[in-house]
Every structure is written in C-alpha cells, then in structure tokens.
C-alpha cells in the first residue's frame, strides 16, 4: 500500500494521522468520563489535544518509529487518560461508554481522514505535489485508526473491548473476566507476535476500511 514511498516520506505521511488517532482516543475516554461525572482527567489538564500532555516516550515515539522502519507501519499508544470509575454516576454502565469512547472517536476520525483523501482525490493534476502526500496523509488516517479501533475492540481486558465486556457481563462472569486484567497485555503481545491475532482481526480491518471508503466517496 505505501511500498513505493521512502522511510523518510512514510514517517512524514504517518505523524499527523498516527498522533491524532492515539491522541484523540485518549481524550474521548477522558471527556466521556467528566460528562459522566469524574472530573479526574479534566483536574490533571489531560482534556487536551496538545500531544505533549499525552506522550509516553516509549509507546508514542519509539515504537511507532521501530516499526515504521522494520515494517513499514507505525502502531502506538499515548499515556492513559486517568479516570476514577467511582466517580461515575452509574459506573456498571458508564464504564461501558467511557471504553467505547475511544474506539468510537478512532471510527469518526478515520471517517473524517477518507474525506481528507477525497479531497486530494479532487484536487487538479497541477497540483501534484500538495495531492500525492496529502491522500497519502488520509490513507494512512484511514489505516491507524481502524487498525487501532478494531484492535481496542478485542475483549480482553485490559482493552476498551475488554471493558465493554464486563459491563455487559452479570457479575460473576464479568469478575472472573476481569481476573485476566493482569495478563491481559502479555496475552495480546502472545497473539501478536504468533501472527494469530492478524489472522483475526486483519479481515475485519480491510472490510471496515473498505466500508469507510465507499462511505466517503473512494470506492
């Protein structure tokens, strides 16, 4: 997809798309938790779009970079948004829309990135060197965020998915899911690196990236 592009111009293309995506899914998390009631994010002045403030040296710079230059893609992660879930005027429930925040804004922002590829799509041929990067810049937006939305939905906790899943669950069950909490990271990486999980999920990201691309016009 971005093979004809150098390292250098694919970093170009990916920093903006891969800072909003994991930016952006923070700050739904935070912003859904102060309407629903904690006030936590917003004291810490984490209700923000100044990446600085979300940062986390490892996840947002140095994994996405490593991974650009081994394998051509960039996935990453921003310091969690901190939320006190007895804060939440209904936790059970909120619980469940503070998780799906992320993931939802991941949906709407990949929506938003396909019209930004449209609209290099529309751009005149002399305007070659703002529309190449520029769609490339959207395909890429379109990429990061289903891949991490998709990706966020896994039920395992300690996932957006994984928090979905134990608010729906009746008690018992939703205990003993959560129990996974700890290992749940080391599960993920397991999957991962088996080549298991992309088996998975790698169908249901090239089906939601193609329904984002006909909903915006680039089918």
Do not use: C
């Not at 970093?11 to 995506?21: R, V």
């Not at 051509?72 to 925040?101: E, T």
């Not at 060197?129 to 990429?143: A, N, R």
Request: hydrophobic share 55%; no cysteine; glycine share 8%.
């Amino acid at each position: 997809m971005f093979s004809e592009l150098s390292t250098y111009q694919l970093l170009a293309i990916a920093i903006l798309p891969t800072l909003f995506a994991i930016v952006v899914h923070e700050v739904a998390h935070g912003w859904v938790a102060y309407r629903l009631g904690d006030s936590t994010a917003y004291m810490m002045g984490r209700l923000t779009l100044n990446p600085i403030k979300h940062i986390d040296p490892i996840g947002t710079i140095l994994v996405p970079a490593i991974l650009i230059y081994t394998v051509g893609f960039a996935f990453g992660w921003a310091k969690p948004v901190p939320i006190n879930w007895r804060n939440l005027k209904k936790p059970k429930r909120d619980i469940a829309l503070v998780a799906i925040a992320g993931p939802g804004s991941n949906l709407l922002m990949a929506i938003a990135w396909g019209l930004v590829m449209k609209f290099a799509n529309l751009l005149p041929n002399s305007m070659e060197l703002i529309s190449e990067p520029l769609g490339y810049m959207g395909l890429f937006g379109i990429l990061i965020n289903t891949v991490l939305m998709v990706f966020n939905l896994i039920p395992i906790p300690p996932t957006d998915g994984g928090r979905i899943l134990t608010s729906l669950l009746p008690p018992k069950m939703a205990y003993a899911v959560s129990r996974i909490e700890p290992y749940g990271m080391f599960i993920l990486i397991a999957l991962i690196f088996s080549g298991i999980l992309w088996k998975v999920i790698g169908p249901i990201i090239n089906t939601v990236m193609r329904l984002i691309l006909t909903l915006t016009g680039l089918s």
